[in-house]
Each structure stands twice: as C-alpha cells, then as structure tokens.
C-alpha cells in the first residue's frame, strides 16, 4: 500500500483518545450548563446565588480533576507514533511513565498552557481594552 496508506493506522488510536477526552470533558460540563440554563441572567434570589457558587465549585473540582488526566496522559499521542501502541494502551503506558513525576509535569503543562495562551492573551488584551474605552471617543 505504501507509506502514505500506513499512516492512516495512527487514526483510529487518535480518535479513541481524543474521544475519551471528550467525554470526560462533557461529562463534567453538562451539570455545570444545567445550572446556567436554570438561572436567570442576573440572579437576585438567594437560592439563585448558592446555586451560582455551587455550579463555580463544582466546575473547580471538574477541572481539577480534568487535569490530573490530562497531565497522567501527557505522553500518549506521542507514544502512538513513537511506540506504535493502541489508543488505551498509550494512555496505560503514560499513566506508567508519569507515575511518581505528577507534579512536575504538571508544572510542565501549565508553564506550557501559559506560554502558548496567556502570552498572546495578555499582548491582545490592551488593543482590545483601548479599542472600546472611553478615551477614544473623547478624542473624535
């Protein structure tokens, strides 16, 4: 079949692996939104409220634990290509390798997450601040 076709095998162990990840995502989101959907736009009543800081707390911990799998499967995607394994075995052998360096690759991560969005995020947000203040529009 040739080299081209030979890459197509790395496709079904990605597409495990990126659909175990998202179900682990909408599985924590979807209470998070049913609580949105319940309240109203500006919440007055206090049951409104604790129901607000419950849904906030509660999306904490989801991504608190969001990230204990996603830092526990950091090599996978590289151990499909590197180690031709299946999707689940990839993330077993991740789990193995990052056993006992949690923290640091943690660190990794977020210093990574940092680099790649709160840097271009914090060059943009003045452009978008000064576009829309007042200043502005006193000037025309």
């Known amino acids: 079949m040739g080299v081209f076709f030979s890459s197509f095998s790395k496709i079904v162990p990605l597409t495990i692996l990126w659909f175990t990840t998202q179900v ?9 939104l049913i609580v949105f959907e319940c309240i109203s ?9 604790w129901l607000l800081l419950a849904a906030y707390i509660y999306f904490f911990i989801v991504l608190l ?7 526990r499967w ?27 360096h949690f923290w640091g690759m943690l660190g ?8 790649l969005f709160g840097l271009p995020m914090m060059m943009i947000w003045p452009a978008y601040f000064f576009q829309y203040s007042d200043s502005r529009r006193r000037l025309s």
């Open 108 to 115: 990794i991560n977020i210093d990574i997450s940092i680099g």
């Open 24 to 32: 682990i995502i909408l599985i924590g989101c979807i209470p998070f």
């Open 74 to 100: 950091t090599f996978a995607i590289a151990l499909i290509f590197h180690r031709d394994l299946s999707g689940i075995g990839a993330m077993r052998t991740s789990w193995e390798m990052t056993k006992g």
């Open 65 to 71: 634990i969001y990230l204990f799998f996603a830092t």
């Open 41 to 49: 736009p500006k919440p007055t009543e206090p049951y409104q409220l």
